[in-house]
Structure formats: C-alpha cells, structure tokens
C-alpha cells in the first residue's frame, strides 16, 4: 500500500516534546520528508532525508526513520508550533510523491 | 530569494478548465522540478503531479491522468498546470512547488496557493 499513515491529532503542552509518527511497511527504505502548515498559509518543510534541517528551521525539529516508522520530534514545544504536519516519500511502484495523512500537533 | 508567485483565484463552472501560473525567480529555473499539489477544504495534501528534470516528462497522479496537463516555460521560468473536466470536488487550494531534479527530492519552496471554486 502507498498510504503514510499518521495520528490524527497530537497534544503536548509547552516546553513538552512532541513525536508525530508516520508509518509504512519498510518506509525505512525510503528518503522521508515533513512539513509544516499553519493555518492559512501553505506548507513549509521543517525536515528533509529523515533527518536534516533545512536552513531556519530550530533545532528542536528533528526527524528519524527506521523499518516501518519514521518520526518527527518537536522537543521544547512552543505556542508557535501548533500547526499541521505531513509526511512525503517518493513511492517507485506508483511513481508518484505520496503525502502522510497529516497529524495536527495542539500545544495544551 | 526564491519565490513562486501564483496566478490569482478563480471561479469556474462546472465542466470547464482551469490553468493556473506558477512564476519563479531567484534561482535557475531550468535545475528544478515544479510540482502541483492540491488541498481541499479542511482536507490533507494531495500531490498532482509535476515536471521532473529526471524523467524528463510529466509525471501525474493516477487520479488525475487524464484530466491534468502541467507544462513549463523556460523563457519566462513559470510552470503551469490545466485541470479539465472541473466539478464541485475540485474546489480546492492548488500550490506549486520546486523540489530537486531527481524524484526523491523534497519541496523546499512553496507558492502561495491559488483557490480555485467551481460552482454553477
């Protein structure tokens, strides 16, 4: 199956850590990407190849993959962070980008 | 600065097409891919399609096969993207977006988004 599967919602509350998971049979093997969409306002991608950041982004975004899972980690949550989050990954079977289901992260 | 400016909202009837404008500047056009994903109201992403230097050919979305054309024009560096055969399902916001040449690239710049309606 093509499907990224994420949780609908995530809550934390300030200063928390938030871990947004995107699952997949063996996404392990794939190059897996995250955005983050705010209201209103189109995506911005917080981390790209699992784990690197592009430039601007703080370093409390940070991103991993393995076997079936790969994970978004936002550590020391803040009010600013409240947003919709998506896995991507470029699927070869399909020969398509496929996008998560999205997680919306609530800061409590 | 890259940007990508998108060509204004529009309001469509049912059965009629759609093109939207997608201009780039700041960068060498001709090294990027540009992408078209769309998001319904309160809905996910959801990828069309896009031009991937790799491939060389439009690539699209099974769903939209058919339906979409997406097209690019060196001179004037703007990529485009035509929906046809438009119903209510396809109002939506429509982004273009620049990833890297090979597919497994990410997006690292967005437009703004165009809001296409379709009503009667």
């Known amino acids: 199956s093509s499907v990224l599967t994420q949780p609908p919602s995530v809550s934390v509350a300030p200063g928390q850590t938030a871990t947004i998971t995107c699952e997949r049979y063996?996404?392990?093997?794939?190059?897996v990407h995250w955005y983050q969409q705010k209201p209103g306002q189109a995506p911005v991608l917080v981390v790209y190849a699992d784990s690197d950041r592009p430039s601007g982004i703080p370093e409390r975004f940070s991103g991993s993959n393995s076997a079936n899972t790969a994970t978004l980690t936002i550590s020391r949550v803040e009010v600013g962070d409240e947003a919709d989050y998506y896995c991507?990954?470029?699927?070869?079977?399909?020969?398509?980008?496929?996008f998560g289901t999205g997680t919306k992260v609530t800061v409590l | 600065q890259v940007q990508l400016v998108q060509s204004g909202a529009a309001v469509k009837k049912p059965g009629s097409s759609v093109k939207v404008s997608c201009k780039a500047s700041g960068d060498t056009f001709s090294s990027y891919a540009f992408n078209w994903v769309r998001q319904a109201p309160g809905q996910g992403l959801e990828w069309m399609g896009g031009?991937?230097?790799?491939?060389?050919?439009?690539n699209y979305a099974q769903q939209f096969q058919g339906r979409v054309t997406i097209t690019r024009d060196e001179s004037t560096s703007t990529a485009y993207m035509e929906l046809s055969s438009l119903t209510s399902e396809d109002t939506a916001m429509y982004y273009c977006?620049?990833?890297?040449?090979?597919?497994?690239?990410?997006?690292?710049?967005w437009g703004q988004g165009t809001l296409v309606t379709v009503s009667s």
């Open positions: 063996n996404i392990g093997s794939r190059s």
């Open positions: 977006a620049r990833a890297g040449q090979m597919p497994i690239s990410w997006f690292d710049y």
């Open positions: 031009i991937i230097p790799f491939f060389g050919i439009p």
């Open positions: 991507q990954v470029w699927d070869n079977d399909s020969v398509s980008y496929v």
